[in-house]
């Protein structure tokens, strides 16, 4: 072997470094192996929930963030296309210190993440590599076949970790079988410069309408807006211009926001699909993040899911060393704990993006009448709220519930929600 590991990890994503520094910091040998020539660069939006605030602020990394790096927002406005509002969102129902989103300017977190496993595990963060196959001995996985600045390297290893994204190499090699769904709708992102302080989150949506609009540091405003794949480049061809007056008809208040919008350079599109694995481990190999579970980005949870699977994983992949057993067994129980709780965001996300972008008259009406409904009813926004900030492993709605929602049942808990105190 070239080299020689306990723990190689394919994959230096929001997951995959974070995997990194937690197995570092429990004296577990890794080496981090990323495609990519570089750290992630380009246009994203990306809002970071209580669930990541709380993870990174235990790692020591939420307070490494540069200060003027994020913008709090407290209130989520959701409206219908045109402006009347529907309903409003508080995060802070939720418990301190946590209790808004951060919205991130693009890559600062993964940058953050990277330079700290740079910091902590010198010489273990390899950029430019490619996972070609495992080595095996006896049909038992050993390491894996890499190259690293195109010269091919042996590299030996305990357990390979594929955390390499929804196209997974280390998955197919494992040879698990994953259903792969790739959705029609993806989202434009754009970056806009506000004209006054746009401090509070809006949500339009309307038939086929969803048009995010998120305070960014610096008086920016990311602007995510729901487009097929295959009509993006009819949008572009019919210009900036008509689209800004498309963004203008569903939200006519903000049109000087929108006449900031001058140059397709201003955009970024990001596809959307949903990954699920039959099963994330075999001997001595297991994947994790995108590569086991994507899920749509409209759960606003994809980073922070990473993340929460790769503290999990290190707890495992430590029990697991200090057992000496790298079998599919002893790494079983970083799905069981997981699994479930992926299951239901995925299937969040799905259910609202089919009634929120829906095209139905009938199912806009009955949207259009849950969210009034949750605008008076605190108990149902916090279970909802909840499980966007990552705080509940349970769906938001049990079929009570939804009968409550929809208005066809009196809920006389609507203003039970938890009490929380600042802690001293």
């Given amino acids: 072997m070239d080299k020689t590991t306990d723990v ?34 380009g246009l994203r939006g990306e809002i970071l929930q209580p669930n990541g605030q709380a993870l990174l602020h235990n790692l020591g990394l939420l307070e490494a963030l540069p200060a003027d790096a994020s913008k709090p927002v407290r209130f989520f406005h959701f409206l219908k296309s045109g402006g009347k509002r529907l309903c409003t969102i508080d995060y802070g129902m939720l418990p301190p210190p946590f209790n808004r989103a951060l919205v991130m300017w693009p890559n600062v977190v993964h940058h953050t993440i990277l330079d700290c496993l740079q910091r902590e595990n010198s010489n273990g963060l390899h950029f430019n590599a490619t ?78 309408t969803i048009l995010g609009l998120f305070p960014a540091p610096g008086q920016k405003v990311y602007a995510l807006y729901m487009v097929s794949s295959h009509s993006l480049n009819q949008l572009k061809e019919q210009g900036v211009a008509a689209l800004r007056e498309k963004w203008k008809t569903i939200a006519p208040a903000l049109g000087s926001l929108f006449d900031s919008f001058v140059d397709w350079d201003q955009t970024a599109y990001m596809g959307t699909g949903r990954v699920r694995a039959k099963t994330w481990s075999v001997d001595r190999a297991v994947v994790m993040g ?98 966007t900030a990552g705080l509940r492993s349970t769906a938001p709605f049990g079929w009570l519930d939804r009968f409550q929602a929809a208005g066809l049942l009196p809920d006389p808990r609507a203003d039970q929600v938890p009490v929380h105190t600042q802690p001293a």
């Fill in 8 to 41: 190689l990890i394919i994959g230096a994503g929001g997951g995959g470094a974070i995997l990194g520094i937690a197995l570092s910091r429990k004296g577990i040998a890794n080496l981090v192996l990323e495609q990519a020539a570089g750290p992630p660069e």
């Fill in 290 to 387: 995108d590569a086991a579970h994507g899920m749509n980005p409209h759960a606003s949870q994809g980073r922070m899911q990473a993340m929460v699977d790769a503290l999990t994983l290190a707890s495992v992949l430590e029990d697991c060393q200090r057992k000496q057993d790298w079998t599919a067994k002893s790494l079983e129980p970083f799905e069981t704990a997981r699994r479930s709780h992926i299951t239901m965001l995925q299937q969040l996300a799905d259910e609202e993006v089919f009634f929120w972008n829906t095209g139905n008259p009938v199912l806009g009406m009955l949207r259009d009448r849950v969210f009034r409904t949750m605008d008076a009813n605190r108990r149902l926004q916090y279970q909802v709220l909840s499980a």
């Fill in 131 to 208: 996972f070609k196959s495992f080595l095996r001995e006896e049909n038992h996985i050993v390491g894996v076949q890499a190259e690293i600045d195109g010269v091919p390297l042996q590299i030996g290893a305990q357990v390979v970790v594929g955390a390499d994204g929804p196209f997974s190499q280390v998955r197919e090699a494992m040879g698990i079988s994953a259903s792969l769904h790739r959705y029609k709708d993806g989202y434009l992102v754009a970056a806009l410069d506000s004209p006054d302080d746009f401090g509070e989150a809006q949500y339009y949506v309307g038939k086929k």
